[in-house]
């Protein structure tokens, strides 16, 4: 009776020491698995990251449409709605536009139109404000620089542009059925 308790307590002693001796490797063991740094995991997968785009793509050309004195309605129209309006500051309004793509550095930029009553006062503006042509290169993230997209006709390519199809007035279809006339709804006396 005395081996078999012998024996189970020098088993117990080895299974705690092998359990130990497993434990610390793989603790140790943690130190070589690559972390996750900058846009990769585990040092190799880099995951898909959702585009971000919010508020007003607001350019030169853009802002150089707005002009003091316009209405709150004609500066909507021009620059759409705005992303911040505030009921306790209604003379100001916010065009804030933020991206974040992959690939491409993140961009914010903010516009804001301060109005007197119904018509605008002012307009401020930032110094990086983009051009189209420079706004679409800085979101292109395929490397391409030359090949940008065409962003406006010339007049030539106007005028080579074929003329839509006149329509003609649908013809006014006679009334089927029995013609009735009606007395008026109110009497005469």
């Not at 679409?136 to 006709?153: D, H, R, S, W, Y």
Request: proline share 8%; with cysteine; hydrophobic share 40%.
């Amino acid at each position: 009776m005395r081996s078999n308790f012998r024996n189970s307590q020098s088993a117990a002693r080895l299974s705690l020491v092998t359990l130990a001796s497993v434990s610390a490797s793989l603790l140790s063991a943690c130190a070589y698995i690559p972390s996750v740094s900058g846009d990769k995991v585990l040092g190799l997968v880099r995951p898909y990251r959702l585009e971000v785009v919010q508020g007003n793509v607001l350019t030169k050309e853009l802002v150089a449409r707005v002009k003091p004195g316009m209405p709150k309605a004609q500066v909507r129209d021009l620059l759409g709605s705005p992303l911040l309006t505030d009921v306790f500051h209604d003379n100001r309004w916010d065009y804030v536009f933020t991206i974040r793509r992959q690939g491409a550095e993140p961009q914010k930029r903010q516009v804001v139109a301060w109005f007197d009553g119904d018509r605008l006062k002012s307009l401020e503006v930032p110094d990086d404000l983009p051009t189209e042509n420079d706004f679409v290169a800085a979101i292109n993230t395929k490397g391409k620089t030359g090949n940008l997209p065409k962003l406006e006709l010339s007049e030539a390519e106007r005028q080579a542009l074929p003329l839509p199809p006149k329509r003609e007035a649908p013809a006014v279809a006679e009334a089927m059925g029995a013609q009735r006339s009606y007395p008026p709804l109110e009497s005469k006396q």
